[in-house]
């Protein structure tokens, strides 16, 4: 059995190169950043990039097709780690953050943890993020109502005039 104190370092270090590879991706990356990003993984990953509420991702091309999704509305501009530990078997290691996102344009301050076990290769075979997603519900829902009152054409009503 690896001893946890010697395993945690490395595996936090590739938790971090991986959030790395994720936070330099748009969706006009090349191929070559996706594999970047995809060479953490496990072939048969699962990952709940959303939070627990919501759909895993099973898989590698799952994983792409989901982040390429969420990067429509999500940016991560710093990963900003709170702590950090590692369970006793050395596999599965936590994070608690309070990240600083763009929601639709819109700057977030985001507490999250995240739990990610890794398999014998040193792979993330698990992703689970947990948080509250009413913050991110809520810039939604203000964008939606800016743009409902913004009218079809996405221009301000004009004021009535008062005679």
């Known amino acids: 059995m690896t001893d946890p104190i010697l395993q945690a370092p490395a595996l936090h270090q590739t938790l971090s190169e991986w959030w790395d590879a994720i936070i330099g991706l748009t969706l006009d990356s090349p191929q070559s950043a996706w594999d970047a990003m995809t060479a953490f993984l496990a072939e048969d990953c699962v990952l709940y990039f959303g939070g627990m509420d919501a759909p895993a991702s099973k898989g590698i091309d799952a994983v792409i097709a989901d982040l390429k999704k969420t990067?429509?509305?999500?940016?991560?501009?710093?990963?900003?780690?709170?702590v950090h530990g590692l369970d006793a078997s050395a596999t599965t290691v936590f994070a608690t953050m309070n990240n600083h996102l763009e929601i639709l344009g819109e700057?977030?301050?985001?507490?999250?943890?995240?739990?990610?076990?890794?398999?014998?290769?040193g792979k993330i075979a698990r992703y689970e993020l947990y948080c509250d997603p009413s913050p991110i519900k809520a810039v939604f829902a203000a964008k939606h109502e800016a743009s409902r009152s913004a009218g079809p054409s996405g221009l301000q009503p004009a004021s009535p005039r008062t005679i």
């Open 107 to 121: 700057p977030l301050d985001y507490p999250e943890t995240e739990v990610v076990t890794f398999n014998e290769a």
């Open 71 to 82: 990067l429509v509305y999500w940016k991560m501009l710093q990963r900003r780690v709170i």
